[in-house]
């Protein structure tokens, strides 16, 4: 007699991580960036600054702030279309639910993404996120 082989294809789900930047990573409510303003810990460097406070859920969550004094509509959005896009890609590597206000300096406003990764992981480091 001829042993029976059965073959079982198993699948292994893994976690991937989400690169994605979703509405519950956004702080919306004028009331919650008052709270960060108010009640979080500022972490400021030459050409940015970080306001992080303890988050309710378990949740990251990161506003973003120009203001209108660093330039016109068109540089303020291009500002924070390179704030989103650093912290989409880093928002998996910190180790806490917080929500952070992130205020870009004039200094930082005409660089490229490369200095924005650079300062969101030098001010990450300082609030021990990371």
Not at 42 to 59: G, T
Not at 103 to 119: D, E, T, W
Request: proline share 2%.
């Amino acid at each position: 007699m001829r042993p029976i082989l059965e073959c079982r294809q198993v699948k292994i789900l893994v976690a991937q991580a989400s690169y994605k930047f979703k509405k519950f990573n956004r702080v919306k409510s004028a009331r919650l960036f008052q709270t960060v303003y108010k009640h979080g810990t500022a972490f400021n460097d030459a050409e940015a600054v970080f306001y992080v406070f303890p988050s309710e859920d378990e949740k990251v969550k990161i506003g973003l702030a120009v203001g209108k004094k660093l330039g016109c509509a068109v540089e303020r959005n291009h500002a924070k279309r390179l704030m989103r896009e650093v912290f989409r890609h880093k928002k998996n590597e910190l180790h806490k639910p917080v929500c952070i206000i992130w205020v870009v300096r004039r200094r930082l406003l005409h660089k490229g993404l490369a200095a924005y990764a650079k300062v969101f992981c030098r001010l990450a480091h300082k609030a021990a996120l990371m």
